[in-house]
């Protein structure tokens, strides 16, 4: 009789238990549904659809992919009273510099910007920073690298070593050259050099036009260097020495931005989804105001972008001894 007791008295405490955790994921439940209702309205705290500064990031390689391309067009109609572009990054191809360049002017013709170099902004990270109103970077970042690069491996020597030989058949002797399986004729490296040339003189006349500096000044700066921010300054590179809380002084100031206004991050959509698990979770805990575990959620769900290497690059690399 006594183990019958205990047993039936067992039952009926697992019972209530899970009663209780049912309970908790109806709540929790209704909760989501009510948090996702305010976020979509606008009425959550967080909400994109408020009037905020919003805060896009440029890091890395700069290939001017579509997704970042398409986040900062999104940009010209949204609720956003200003952009604050945060950069790091050492560049990338030109094209793809270029098209960043190019839609951040469309998106600045409608909204304030102002760039914040965080760390660095050198070739293509530097003309992402001439897409904005004004460039503000610390003491010890590093701008400038004004300078195109273009980079192949030759492996011919190899091939040679273990006894392989390409054989090609092509329309005439530039068409695919170089191809790093032979020595570099002196007329495909002048061709190249054409090309890197055209390139350079386009990012010096962006830099004279956007930081209104005499050609003096444009040679001073323009031979593939970096500058520290403190350099930057006195070389008419950036306007002011500072972070985040300078650039929002700037536009509360200058550009009639509304005092106090929050600092939402715009990121880029999902590959695979609009409003996947991922993005889920994140409108979720930003909606809920909880901007660091929103930001640690969209970090992790950002996808690699593959390099494109074939094409010239305005990017910044330290020189190694050899």
């Known amino acids: 009789m006594s183990s019958d007791a205990d047993l039936l008295a067992d039952r009926r405490s697992l019972r209530r238990k899970l009663t209780l955790w049912r309970l908790f994921a109806v709540l929790g439940v209704l909760a989501a549904a009510v948090v996702a209702g305010l976020a979509w309205t606008g009425s959550a705290p967080g909400s994109l659809s408020q009037a905020h500064i919003a805060r896009v990031t440029i890091s890395g390689f700069i290939s001017g992919d579509r997704r970042t391309l398409e986040l900062i067009k ?87 070593t273990v006894g392989v030989k390409l054989e090609e058949i092509k329309s005439s002797p530039l068409k695919a050259a170089p191809n790093g399986f032979e020595p570099t004729s002196p007329e495909a490296r002048a061709a190249l050099q054409s090309v890197v ?59 009639g931005v509304a005092k106090d206004l929050a600092v939402r991050d715009w990121r880029r959509r999902s590959e695979s989804s609009a409003y996947g698990l991922w993005s889920a979770s994140e409108a979720f805990a930003r909606a809920a105001g909880f901007e660091t575990v929103a930001s640690l959620i969209a970090r992790a769900a950002e996808q690699p972008i593959g390099l494109r290497l074939d094409a010239p690059l305005a990017l910044w690399q330290p020189a190694v001894e050899k």
Do not use: C
């Open 74 to 160: 999104s940009l010209e109609d949204s609720k956003a009273s200003a952009v604050l572009l945060k950069i790091d990054s050492p560049g990338g191809t030109t094209s793809g510099s270029e098209a960043l360049f190019d839609a951040l002017r469309r998106l600045a013709a409608k909204k304030p910007m102002v760039s914040v170099v965080d760390g660095l902004a050198a070739s293509g990270g530097y003309i992402a920073a001439l897409g904005s109103d004004r460039i503000v970077a610390r003491q010890t970042s590093l701008v400038g690298s004004i300078g195109v690069l273009f980079q192949f491996p030759n492996v011919g020597r190899l091939l040679d």
């Open 197 to 255: 040339d055209d390139n350079y003189d386009w990012f010096k006349r962006l830099v004279r036009e956007r930081r209104h500096l005499s050609d003096p000044e444009v040679a001073a700066v323009s031979d593939g260097r970096v500058h520290s921010g403190r350099q930057g300054a006195v070389l008419k590179l950036i306007d002011e020495i500072g972070g985040e809380p300078e650039a929002i002084a700037w536009l509360e100031r200058e550009k």
